[in-house]
């Protein structure tokens, strides 16, 4: 014969099986469950012996709120859903920054990946069926119009691009000024032949592009401008590497799309014998984690992580919890990190 448990009808092993209620810690008490809630929540009412004994319950039972029925009562998820690239180190941590910023909010994160498989749009909808409140997403390459579409559903923000939109928030670094400051950067060391591997027809790319081009007309350089084919995987900087070595007049530096390109070029770069940066100087973009490692320290364009990361969050927190409308966009200036894959140019070098 099984035994009940007196005051909540339940068995001893059933209870134990399960998570600790809320009816248990009354039952344990011997209060009434509103007792209980009003002491959890710090609520007055209840006496000083009574919280007391509340608290000392439930740490005994093992009891914690259940924050998914607490929020689906009040009609709130309190999630924000973040799409990444997963073969991204830049994006991972600016996924930590993120969590950080939101948890100071009482938010919390759902995360959806893109692959080589899986688009932007399949892992947006899977944050819709998690019923995220509002969509952080980073470096998405989608159209305007859909970025639009979505943000009538729910507040959006993009970060690492501009988008034309009257609702969807922008945070962004401004990537022509930094591809700017990475191309100065060399010029000042004496280089004049200097190459740039683009990233693809995404609307960042276009950006640091036009970053580079405006630079080197800046520099009187519009006749040494040079822009390889590329994309924002290690493989792209390996093929563009390629691509250099077999040219008869070779560029004394280059300016890679992103800091994963950048270190895609200097691994084929060293395999063809070529030794950086006393052949080839190499500035990447992003200041991913790989970037700051000894045996590379690549000389790269820092988009402050953290800056962009509490304007996306904070942007998101005025609109759910304090009703803003309208388009926001803040532009974070990046800023150069010198490291050991520049070095001086051919006309700087002593004889």
Same mark, same amino acid.
């Given at each position: 014969?099984?035994?009940?448990?007196?005051?909540?009808?339940?068995?001893?092993?059933?209870?134990?099986?399960?998570?600790?209620?809320?009816?248990?810690?009354?039952?344990?008490?011997?209060?009434?469950?509103?007792?209980?809630?009003?002491?959890?929540?710090?609520?007055?009412?209840?006496?000083?012996?009574?919280?007391?004994?509340?608290?000392?319950?439930?740490?005994? /039972?093992?009891?914690?709120?259940?924050?998914?029925?607490?929020?689906?009562?009040?009609?709130?998820?309190?999630?924000?859903?973040?799409?990444?690239?997963?073969?991204?180190?830049?994006?991972?941590?600016?996924?930590?920054?993120?969590?950080?910023? *939101?948890?100071?909010?009482?938010?919390?994160?759902?995360?959806?990946?893109?692959?080589? &498989?899986?688009?932007?749009?399949?892992?947006?909808?899977?944050?819709?069926?998690?019923?995220?409140?509002?969509?952080? /997403?980073?470096?998405?390459?989608?159209?305007?119009?859909? /970025? &639009?579409?979505?943000?009538?559903?729910?507040?959006?923000?993009?970060?690492?691009?501009?988008?034309?939109?009257?609702?969807?928030?922008?945070?962004?670094?401004?990537?022509?000024?930094?591809?700017?400051?990475?191309?100065?950067?060399?010029?000042?060391?004496?280089?004049?032949?200097?190459?740039?591997?683009?990233?693809?027809?995404?609307?960042? *790319?276009?950006?640091?592009?036009?970053?580079?081009?405006?630079?080197?007309?800046?520099?009187?350089?519009?006749?040494?401008?040079?822009?390889?084919?590329?994309?924002?995987?290690?493989?792209?900087?390996?093929?563009?590497?390629?691509?250099?070595?077999?040219?008869?007049?070779?560029?004394?530096?280059?300016?890679?799309?992103?800091?994963?390109?950048?270190?895609?070029?200097?691994?084929?770069?060293?395999?063809?014998?070529?030794?950086?940066?006393?052949?080839?100087?190499?500035?990447?973009?992003?200041?991913?984690?790989?970037?700051?490692?000894?045996?590379?320290?690549? &000389?790269?364009?820092?988009?402050?992580?953290?800056?962009?990361?509490?304007?996306?969050?904070?942007?998101?927190?005025?609109?759910?919890?304090?009703?803003?409308?309208?388009?926001?966009?803040?532009?974070?200036?990046?800023?150069?990190?010198?490291?050991?894959?520049?070095?001086?140019?051919?006309?700087?070098?002593?004889?």
């Amino acid at each position: 014969m099984v035994s009940r448990a007196r005051g909540c009808g339940l068995a001893d092993d059933d209870r134990a099986r399960r998570r600790p209620r809320l009816e248990d810690v009354a039952a344990d008490v011997g209060v009434s469950t509103a007792s209980v809630s009003l002491v959890l929540r710090g609520a007055a009412g209840p006496s000083a012996a009574t919280r007391e004994r509340v608290l000392e319950a439930a740490a005994r /039972l093992g009891y914690r709120p259940d924050r998914a029925a607490s929020l689906l009562a009040r009609r709130r998820s309190r999630l924000i859903g973040v799409m990444m690239d997963v073969r991204s180190t830049y994006h991972g941590e600016l996924v930590e920054a993120v969590h950080e910023a *939101a948890e100071q909010h009482g938010y919390d994160l759902v995360l959806s990946t893109t692959t080589r &498989t899986r688009d932007e749009h399949r892992a947006v909808e899977t944050l819709l069926d998690s019923r995220c409140e509002a969509l952080v /997403l980073l470096g998405a390459e989608a159209d305007a119009a859909w /970025l &639009t579409a979505l943000d009538r559903q729910l507040p959006v923000v993009v970060v690492g691009r501009p988008v034309p939109s009257a609702g969807v928030d922008v945070v962004r670094a401004a990537d022509d000024e930094g591809v700017g400051s990475a191309v100065g950067h060399l010029v000042e060391l004496g280089h004049r032949d200097i190459a740039y591997v683009d990233g693809g027809a995404g609307v960042i *790319a276009v950006g640091r592009r036009a970053g580079y081009e405006q630079a080197m007309s800046r520099h009187g350089l519009a006749d040494q401008v040079r822009v390889l084919p590329g994309g924002h995987t290690e493989e792209d900087g390996v093929v563009a590497a390629g691509l250099i070595t077999g040219w008869r007049a070779q560029p004394t530096a280059v300016v890679a799309f992103n800091d994963r390109v950048a270190v895609g070029l200097l691994d084929a770069f060293r395999r063809a014998g070529l030794t950086v940066p006393a052949d080839v100087s190499l500035v990447g973009y992003d200041d991913s984690p790989l970037a700051r490692l000894a045996h590379i320290g690549l &000389t790269t364009v820092s988009q402050d992580a953290a800056g962009l990361t509490h304007h996306a969050v904070a942007a998101l927190v005025e609109r759910l919890d304090r009703g803003r409308t309208g388009h926001r966009e803040v532009v974070v200036p990046p800023h150069l990190v010198v490291r050991t894959s520049t070095g001086p140019g051919p006309a700087a070098r002593p004889a």
